[in-house]
């Protein structure tokens, strides 16, 4: 079965920094698609980025990207000289897809990433 | 172009009673989702609709838990009667089609309380 594993509950990071939250996930398939959430106190929940696992370069979206470990499984997000407004429960998603092709998402628990000044 | 819409934003009921909770997808967006999240938690599928059709509700506590999407647009999601361990956020989302390169949107959720 497919699982999503963030292994850490809660970040830190002063303005300015950089930071990086862990998500590793469990899969036999060889194509799918990983996300990373953002949920903002509001509990909107926005797309941060995506990432094709046929793909080997990494996704970015300005001041996000990950590092992606195919063989590892590993798919972590780094925000580069992070901002009061990137403080949010950080949530990443692996995208399991039916054989009619629709899909459906399995998430992990949360980071939840607090910005100091 | 307008976000997915929910009500009620909160809602504290007693446990038994029932509840229900209403979600305006994307328009034009043929594929809608409701998720569980309970506090600590990550969002937990329940249904996912394709129009007007299911396409998965294995998690979906059928025995007291309904929803519905009678015309493909706007869906309800019910709950009768409600436990304790309901309590949670019921987020909505929606996607075009529900294919391998869509994205899905969510709504602003709507916090159930059961005391």
């Known amino acids: 079965a497919q699982t999503v594993t963030q292994s850490q509950p809660e970040m830190s990071v002063q303005e300015a920094e950089t930071v990086t939250l862990s998500c590793t996930y469990d899969t036999s398939e060889s194509d799918y698609y990983l996300f990373w959430y953002k949920q903002p106190p509001s509990r909107q929940m926005i797309l941060v980025i995506r990432q094709e696992a046929y793909k080997q370069q990494n996704a970015t979206e300005n001041r996000f990207s990950v590092n992606f470990q195919k063989a590892a499984k590993s798919f972590s997000l780094k925000i580069s000289d992070s901002q009061l407004g990137d403080a949010a429960m950080y949530f990443c998603a692996y995208q399991i897809t039916y054989t009619s092709g629709t899909y459906k998402y399995i998430f992990g628990t949360g980071t939840r990433l607090k910005v100091l000044a | 172009e307008a976000g997915v819409a929910q009500s009620p934003r909160y809602k504290i009921i007693e446990k038994r009673q029932s509840v229900a909770f209403w979600c305006n997808p994307i328009?034009?967006?043929?594929?809608l989702y409701w998720y569980q999240q309970i506090l600590g938690q990550g969002p937990k599928l329940l249904i996912q609709f394709q129009n007007n059709g299911v396409v998965d509700d294995s998690q979906l506590p059928k025995d007291r838990f309904s929803a519905e999407r009678l015309k493909g647009v706007d869906s309800t999601l019910k709950i009768q009667p409600a436990k304790l361990e309901d309590s949670a956020v019921y987020l909505c989302?929606?996607?075009?089609?529900?294919?391998?390169?869509?994205?899905?949107?969510f709504g602003p959720g709507t916090r159930l309380t059961v005391l």
């Open positions: 989302a929606s996607s075009l089609d529900g294919l391998l390169t869509d994205t899905q949107y």
């Open positions: 328009s034009g967006h043929a594929t």
